[in-house]
């Protein structure tokens, strides 16, 4: 017979909730023993009843569940102390990257406006020199830019008009070829009325 799946959810019936209580917690020892044995891991389990009656495994390799509850005490400390230290550390980089970033910032705000030619004053001759060198090299770059704008779009009319040219051609052979047309049929349609006239004639 295939048992149901137990609802998660308190069992009314106090006895049935006695009777699951009993098997369940006589499974959970056993589970923490196997798991000691056989890992041999360092376990401790406690376990109040409904009426507050206390149940407790601790393998024999502890003197009592106590130690075992002492040394978890004592990691869960150093774990804390160590998660706020670098926390901490993490915070005091991040202050330092900010900083960093911000001074960034002011330098090239700085350096812009001078580029543009605001707040020259307090710029030494060496400063103004160097100044005058990036806004040559900023000018030469854009020209350079400009000029190879210039030859791509002088290529691409190139092409166009190459491509004009060739349609151009394709047209005017069309016209001579009808134009020939034309005039052959013109002729057949004289010689047809010179024939006829002179049937009407004879």
């Known amino acids: 017979m295939v048992r149901g799946k137990t609802q998660m959810k308190r069992i009314e019936n106090a ?26 891991a360092e376990v401790a389990l406690i376990i109040f009843s409904p009426k507050g009656r206390l149940y407790e495994f601790s393998n024999s390799r ?3 569940i106590s130690k075992t509850i002492e040394r978890y005490q004592r990691n869960t400390k150093e774990q804390k102390g160590s998660g706020r230290e670098e926390a901490e550390e993490n915070l005091q980089h991040l202050k330092e990257e900010a900083v960093s970033m911000s001074q960034k910032i002011e330098l090239i705000e700085a350096s812009k406006r001078k580029l543009l030619g605001d707040c020259l004053e307090s710029c030494s001759i060496n400063e103004l020199q160097l100044i005058e060198e990036q806004l040559e090299k900023s000018l030469h770059n854009i020209r350079a830019r400009k ?31 009808y134009t020939h047309i034309y005039i052959y049929i013109f002729i057949s349609y004289i010689n047809v009325l010179f024939l006829c006239r002179l049937y009407s004639l004879h």
Do not use: H, M, P
């Open 147 to 177: 000029t190879l704008l210039y030859k791509e779009k002088i290529e691409q009319l190139k092409e166009e008009e190459k491509i004009l040219t060739e349609e151009n051609q394709k047209l005017r052979e069309k016209v001579k070829y």
């Open 15 to 40: 006895t049935s909730r006695q009777v699951t209580f009993s098997k369940r917690r006589s499974g959970l020892l056993k589970k923490a023993f196997e798991l000691s044995v056989l890992c041999d």
């Open 62 to 64: 502890c003197l009592s």
